[in-house]
């Protein structure tokens, strides 16, 4: 196997890597910073019980790999994947000049809003962030450049979230915040203009999202998202009864994950309310 760290010198791969650490930096500092905010200092943006908001918000962000996720699969076999890259950072920015009015008037709503764009936001890139390196990357390259991704994604993830959790303890961290989220999105849309083409894999596909004919994958993640508030999965999700399911389908762990998180959030609000 090459050295993976060789990868950060090639067009093919940095200007992608950049894109994607970006796009997780944001999605976890806003994340973070908006549910600290939240937790310390409700009583500015609504009159809303800050426990149950905390538990809310991250199911708001998860909420769109549920409802998107298939459909999001079918768009990246469907067009050019440094297209759609592009599109999804200039979404990008827009969902964070809605979040930086959100932080600026105190407005929950708005706030709400957009961190449930930053999940589409997510769900969109997805795909394309597994469906790219095969398409750019030798056979001796693949596992090195996965494992530099996935090493820049959850690098991003921490690395966000303490930022998160500090600007917002700061003065004027409103204003703080909405340019720091501002900046990060247009930083990644400067690095997504350098991806290159990725043709599409399967350009006369049909969109149908969740409503596929045939047994693919991403009709079989709707299955195994019914699956988790079933009887079985529900006392013995992440025992045998799982197992089978994602052996079947690898590519879907992550899909579980999330719907175990958004279960056992649903558990935290009906111990509260009952």
Known sequence: MSN???????????????????GAFNDNMFKTALITLVAFHAATLTT???????????????????LFSATAGQLADKFEKSFIIRLVKIFEIGIMLFASTGFLLHNIWLLGVALF???????????????????????????????????????????????????????????ITSVAVLLIAALGYWHSRGVPDSPASEPLL?????????????????????????PSLRFHGSG????????????????????????SSCCCLHSRWA
């Open 240 to 263: 045998s009864m799982a197992q089978p399911c994602l052996h079947n389908f690898p590519t879907l762990q992550k899909t579980y994950c999330m719907a175990m998180k958004a279960y």
């Open 206 to 230: 049909e969109i149908t999202g969740t409503r596929s004919p045939r047994p693919t994958a991403a009709s079989s993640s709707y299955g195994i998202i019914r699956q988790c508030g079933s």
């Open 117 to 175: 764009m930053m999940g589409m936001h997510s769900t969109l890139f997805g795909p394309i962030k597994y469906a790219y390196l095969p398409q750019h990357l030798g056979e001796k390259e693949i596992v090195g450049g996965n494992g530099m991704i996935e090493m820049g994604t959850f690098v991003a993830i921490l690395m966000g979230q303490v930022l998160g959790a500090w600007i917002v303890i700061q003065r004027d961290h409103e204003i």
């Open 4 to 22: 993976q760290f060789k990868l950060m010198k090639e067009k093919r791969f940095r200007p992608f890597f950049l894109t994607q650490f970006w």
């Open 48 to 66: 809303l019980d800050s426990g149950m908001l905390v538990t809310v918000l991250p199911g708001v962000f998860i909420l769109p790999f549920f």
